[in-house]
């Protein structure tokens, strides 16, 4: 059983270490009477990018609005904090497009034929599901053809505000603290650090208990011959699972390739946007993984041998910005179409439960389905600010709609509708909301994008 009481007495260590340094922090702070909670930080920090379009996240949708917004002609700058694009899709292991694949617009489409040029596609007999490590050279080399700077290992560190608009971001990767100025920034973060950082208003979690849909840990096991296979999982792991019923919500028959499998594992109450929560999620997941790995390895006897996992914990839900219309699930269940539509969901609430680790959900099974809806403009444009868009995870919706929409699929499709509104507006010279919503819609259309939701699509439980 998952045991949160544990987990924390046995991360100890951690929090003694964290304590040991703050203690050495205070008594310089001490030495230059500052108040000994708060530390004053003035640096001249070189403005060393500007760009029409600063694009923060270089998961699906930042990939998606960074590579619409070229095609539209404006100079785009990506920050990524990982040394690979993709996101969740590539750093995440998630190795599998939900939602109808066919007619997201041009970004996706080339996505799709990379991937079935390099054979990557429809992995497993599944055609839904590529190989990641492909992804991310395809991603790269899709940026790179619209000519979009991109910056790895790059995070975004701050924000400086002024009046109602983003003015920089401060970034750090190799170089140190540089700043990045824009006119429009996009926010593809999936935990909403720009927002979060500039101070606007986001929301998170379930309204009643707080809980984010819960994380999964994504890892890799290659499947050897009885002669090649030794456990790896000592007998003496303190938490090894020896009875089914004790297991947590796995997938297990994912592939990965000739011999390989993609095991996701589900890690639920953990808070993906702080420091800790996400430190003791990740720490909480790999303890998990052998706690599983003992079961399938000495109980149900698979010659799975571990081989990697996911460079981060999968994460479903950060925070999401508070956007000039919140996509409701009332507007998912009723199929909603919007004057303002730029994308479209077709994915069921795909909303696991949030408090426990087994295979249940937030809602009844039976009222899991819901009909394709379409996303409007107004669920990307961040309510407090002039010049922000969100794409993604960190979109205006409530957690129900979250659920759904999340898929790299609608993503993707939200991205390419920021682009292109983001560039319009420079064009134009003119602020997101103030632009003819029909014009970016017929744009949406042009680049191939379908929004169509009267044809009935069944959605793929996966
Ligand atoms: C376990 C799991 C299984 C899933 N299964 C599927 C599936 O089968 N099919 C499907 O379609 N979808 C699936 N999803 C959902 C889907 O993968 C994601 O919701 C989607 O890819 C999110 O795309 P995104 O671009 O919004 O966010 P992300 O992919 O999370 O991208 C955000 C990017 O921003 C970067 N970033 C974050 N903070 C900063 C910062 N401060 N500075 C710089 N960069 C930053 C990150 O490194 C990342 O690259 C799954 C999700 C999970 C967690």
């Known amino acids: 059983m998952f045991d949160r009481r544990t987990f924390f007495k046995n991360s100890m260590i951690v929090a003694a270490g964290a304590t040991v340094h703050a203690a050495a922090c205070n008594s310089i702070s001490d030495m230059d009477k500052l108040d000994d909670k708060i530390v004053s930080l003035k640096r001249n920090v070189p403005v060393n990018y500007e760009a029409d379009v600063v694009v923060i996240g270089g998961g699906i949708a930042g990939i998606s609005a960074a590579c619409s917004s070229a095609a539209s002609g404006a100079s785009v700058i990506l920050i990524e904090r990982f040394g690979a694009t993709g996101g969740m899709l590539t750093t995440g292991g998630v190795a599998n497009f939900c939602g109808q694949m066919e007619e997201q617009g041009e970004v996706f489409d080339e996505i799709l034929d990379d991937l079935r040029r390099f054979n990557s596609l429809g992995e497993g007999g599944r055609d839904s599901v590529f190989n990641h490590e492909i992804l991310a050279l395809v991603l790269q080399e899709i940026l ?102 004790d297991m947590p919500m796995t997938s297990p028959n994912w592939p990965d390739g000739p011999g390989g ?20 999620a990740e720490m909480q997941s790999r303890r998990r993984t052998m706690d599983v790995l003992y079961y399938y390895q000495v109980v149900e006897k698979k010659k799975w041998r571990l081989s990697n996992s996911a460079t981060i914990i999968g994460i479903r839900e950060g925070c999401r910005i508070e956007g000039d219309y919140i996509l409701k699930v009332d507007d998912l269940r009723a199929g909603a179409t919007f004057e303002d539509a730029v994308a479209r969901g077709t994915f069921y609430l795909d909303g696991h439960g949030l408090t426990d680790d087994k295979r249940t959900y937030i809602l009844p099974k039976d009222q899991l389905d819901v009909p394709p809806y379409q996303i409007p403009m107004r ?38 509708a920021a682009g292109i509104a983001a560039s319009m507006a420079i064009h134009k010279n003119t602020r997101v909301r103030n632009l003819d919503y029909t014009e970016i819609k017929k744009e949406v259309l042009k680049r191939g994008a379908q929004l169509d939701v009267t044809q009935q699509i069944y959605p793929i439980h996966g």
């Open 144 to 245: 790179l053809r619209r000519n979009v700077k991109v910056l790895l290992h790059t995070r975004l560190v701050d924000v400086l505000v002024k009046g109602n608009k983003i003015a920089e971001c401060i970034i750090c990767g190799k170089s140190g603290l540089e700043a990045v100025r824009g006119k429009i920034f996009i926010d593809c973060s999936g935990e909403a650090d720009l927002a979060r950082y500039a101070g606007l208003s986001v929301m998170k979690g379930d309204e009643k208990t707080g809980y984010q849909l819960p994380m999964s840990r994504m890892f890799f096991c290659r499947d050897l011959d009885e002669k090649d296979f030794y456990q790896q999982v000592p007998e003496d792991w303190p938490t090894k699972i020896t009875n089914s019923d």
């Open 379 to 416: 669920s990307l444009i961040a309510k407090d600010a002039d010049n922000l868009l969100m794409a993604g995870r960190c979109m205006s919706a409530d957690q129900l709609a979250l659920s759904s929409a999340r898929v790299a699929t609608s993503c993707s499709m939200m991205g390419q």
């Open 261 to 280: 499998r993609a095991i996701k594992l589900k890690i639920p109450m953990f808070d993906a946007t702080t420091t800790e929560g996400l430190t003791n």
